[in-house]
């Protein structure tokens, strides 16, 4: 294993023959193992954790972090654009995702708004205005976005509403007599002074949504649940657009019935499921409460100048950018193999409290806890699905009965009961549990599994209450099948990793089995005497979960890091639990006070060692930290069971296009080109080229997915598929018998490599 120095340069550019140094004799040390008897450019037969052995994560204004990032002193800059209208310097890359929405909300107590009517015509003529203004935004007047997986599945109705507010020939600003209240840098640069009202007379707010705070609610801190399974669907985004907005009760009802029935997969298939989706959104719009005018993307930098200075294997998230696990977990420095010191920049100073349960909602502690925190599965990078990570899954679907000796977690107290007789589910997750030993060197077990399920059933912090009432409505039982050894053999040694077995049963289920796996897998990244710490410190006063909670009650937001005088009381009631062996009233009959003594004793340890509290079993851990700085180290341990190269996959999202779509018949023929991707030493081109042969001939997912919707001439979606792929290069889509006589709308994009983010989309009438 390579040991980097305590005491190591901070700055990339400013020490290159050091950094060759020490390449160098941590590449002789790596030679000397018989681990890396077969090395390769960047992934060894199995090196835990990911490619950086150390990140750096400091808060820098943009100003600084252009100048950092012209002179190779800085790696990548997360979650703002720090050359905002200039040109940034060669040798910097750049990736995109989504970053907010624009959106004109009305004031309903007006009197002048409060009609339907009215809204809805000077949404018209105000949308057509901002349409025509020139802005860092894109003109987009539907909240399902090419950003958005369900794209697709409202192209049509998008495309419509582009058409209704067509800026040509275009409405005067004198036609609008409308006060409006500009909020924030861009309504400003869009609205009109001549209809800008400062005072409390106003009939409309122009302003920027995040998608960060807009889904923020909705984040789940435990870590083995990150969110709602469909948290980055465009419908979903919409509903929470919109849905705090209606007027109308009826409408209200109307809304919460359809998004019940999508977000707990009452449908009978896909179709169905499509409607319901369009149907929502459509009625959440109809009201003209509020009105979206267009997005904006986030633009992020990293730098790719050359051999020896810039990061490569980059992967991000389409909504979330760089504040993702995903990135975390592909990016590795140009100039090492493995290994590497990485610095990041944040624009946002870290102002979060510091607790997986209720903090790190923040930017920079979103992405500490990407690196520290491991979850079971966390969403996949450029559709709404998700990515198996320390959880594997296998989902049956169907009415079936929950065995009686399954776990149920008792409302309120949080025990751990047997479901009884006559308890039914509609999904059934056998699920693989990769376990490792945490920070503190405890190995993780079934207790470690159960305990979040217990959590989430008795919380009495409104805000996690909230995040984790999907688990308590859809959770059926749980059921510890046992424990199996997974074995890796490395030539002359084996590594043996402990997995879990464990079937949850849920009362829904939902159209992609990977959402329904991430409803509630069996995982946590924290050991379960942590989370009973944070209770308990809770319940004495010693703080909060969440920022909201705190301030309710004139207490500090819980910090395990940077807060001494609550690291204090932790401590003594660290000691005090050591003593007595201490095991919560959940966990009692599947842990013995010896063990939990030898928990808490473990815990104590770290403690001492580390100064914080903030024990996971991730693959880094918190090693430094400033009032604007943490250093995280890479837990470089056989124990950890993920290695490198696991998510290399998405490190280069590629894309398929609809080259010809010829009709034969009641049969469409789809020809396809796709992205290749071309190597050149470090240097990566991907060329457009034909897709030509059988499957059988062409690699593991170079074969895009042709996903095609029908649409009528009433709106309604008549059928939807994925089309099949024939030998001789083409996609078929065989629509006889499924469509009656008359005028439709055939809507067909291709994905490539779960890449479904701003597909080219063809229609064909």
């Avoid at 209704?164 to 006060?179: E, F, I, Q, T």
Wanted: glycine content about 8%; overall charge positive; charged content about 25%.
């Amino acid at each position: 294993m390579t040991c980097p120095p305590r005491d190591r340069p901070r700055g990339a550019g400013l020490f290159p023959v050091t950094r060759r140094l020490i390449l160098l004799a941590a590449l002789l040390f790596a030679l000397a193992s018989p681990l890396h008897d077969a090395l390769a450019d960047d992934v060894l037969e199995f090196y835990p954790s990911y490619y950086p052995h150390e990140i750096r994560i400091e808060a820098i204004d943009p100003a600084s972090a252009a100048k950092l990032l012209a002179k190779n002193s800085l790696h990548a800059y997360l979650g703002g654009d720090p050359f905002p209208g200039g040109k940034p310097p060669p040798g910097l890359g750049h990736v995109e995702s989504l970053g907010s929405y624009l959106v004109a909300t009305f004031n309903t107590a007006s009197r002048a708004m409060a009609n339907r009517d009215a809204r809805c015509a000077s949404a018209g003529t105000l949308v057509s205005i901002l349409a025509a203004a020139k802005g860092a935004y894109v003109f987009h007047p539907y909240p399902v976005t090419p950003f958005h997986m369900d794209y697709l599945h409202h192209f049509d109705l998008s495309e419509s509403a582009k058409r209704r507010y067509d800026p040509r020939p275009g409405p005067s600003v004198s036609s609008l007599a409308l006060k409006i209240r500009p909020n924030g840098t861009l309504a400003k640069q869009l609205v009109p002074s001549a209809l800008r009202e400062t005072g409390p007379g106003w009939d409309v707010t122009v302003e920027e949504i995040a998608v960060d705070d807009l889904v923020a609610p909705h984040r789940v801190g435990l870590n083995g649940w990150l969110g709602p399974p469909w948290i980055k669907e465009g419908w979903f985004q919409a509903y929470l657009l919109h849905a705090g907005t209606l007027r109308e009760k009826i409408a209200k009802q109307a809304a919460e019935a359809l998004y019940r029935r999508v977000a707990t997969g009452a449908y009978g298939d896909e179709t169905e499921r499509f409607n319901l989706e369009r149907r929502l959104v459509s009625l959440l719009r109809e009201g003209c409460e509020r009105v979206v005018v267009g997005y904006t993307t986030r633009r992020e930098y990293f730098n790719n100048s050359d051999y020896s200075e810039g990061i490569e294997n980059i992967a991000h998230d389409s909504q979330a950018g760089f504040t993702s696990p995903i990135f975390i977990r592909t990016v590795k420095l140009k100039d090492f193999l493995w290994n590497g010191w990485l610095r990041l920049g944040v624009e946002a100073k870290p102002r979060a409290a510091w607790n997986p349960l209720g903090g790190f909602t923040d930017a920079p502690g979103r992405l500490i806890w990407a690196a520290v925190g491991d979850p079971g599965q966390f969403p996949a990078p450029y559709n709404s699905s998700w990515v198996p990570n320390r959880v594997t899954s296998t989902v049956v679907a169907n009415e079936l009965e929950v065995p009686t000796d399954a776990l149920l977690p008792e409302p309120g107290t949080g025990l751990l009961r047997p479901v009884g007789e006559a308890k039914r589910a509609r999904a059934k997750v056998l699920y693989r549990v990769l376990a490792s030993p945490f920070h503190d060197k405890v190995p993780m077990t079934v207790a470690d599994a159960l305990y979040p399920f217990s959590f989430a059933s008795r919380s009495h912090d409104l805000l996690i209450a909230a995040s984790t009432l999907l688990v308590r409505e859809w959770l059926a039982g749980v059921k510890i099948l046992g424990v199996e050894q997974d074995i890796k053999d490395l030539h002359d040694k084996q590594l043996t990793f402990q997995v879990l077995i464990i079937e949850v049963y849920l009362k829904h289920t939902l159209a992609d089995p990977r959402q329904v796996a991430a409803v509630a897998p069996p995982w946590s990244s924290l050991p379960w005497q942590l989370i009973v710490l944070m209770e308990e410190a809770v319940k004495r006063g010693l703080g909060a979960l969440s920022q909201e909670e705190a301030r309710r009650q004139g207490v500090p937001w819980l910090d395990l890091v940077r807060d001494q005088k609550v690291k204090d009381g932790l401590a003594a009631l660290v000691e005090e639990f050591r003593r007595q062996g201490y095991v919560p009233a959940p966990l009692r009959g599947f842990v013995t006070p010896a063990e939990a003594r030898a928990r808490w004793t473990a815990l104590k340890q770290f403690y001492e060692k580390r100064r914080h509290f903030l024990v996971t079993n991730g693959p880094y851990q918190l090693e430094q930290w400033g009032r604007d700085f943490v250093a995280l180290q890479a837990f470089r341990e056989f124990t950890y069971p993920v290695g490198l190269g696991l998510f290399n996959r998405y490190a280069m999202p590629r894309r398929a296009y609809v080259s010809r779509i010829e009709r034969r018949g009641e049969r469409l023929e789809i020809r396809a080109e796709v992205e290749r991707v071309f190597k050149f030493q470090r240097s990566f081109t991907l060329v457009r080229e034909p897709l030509a042969g059988p499957a059988s001939d062409t690699g593991a997912g170079e074969i895009p997915v042709a996903r095609y919707v029908v649409v009528g001439e009433d709106g309604n979606v008549l059928t939807a598929g994925t089309a099949s792929y024939d030998r001789v290069g083409l996609f078929s889509v065989d629509l006889r018998g499924k469509l009656k006589p008359g005028p439709h709308t055939i809507m067909v994009a291709l994905s490539l490599g779960e890449n479904s983010v701003n597909p080219e989309v063809k229609v064909v009438q």
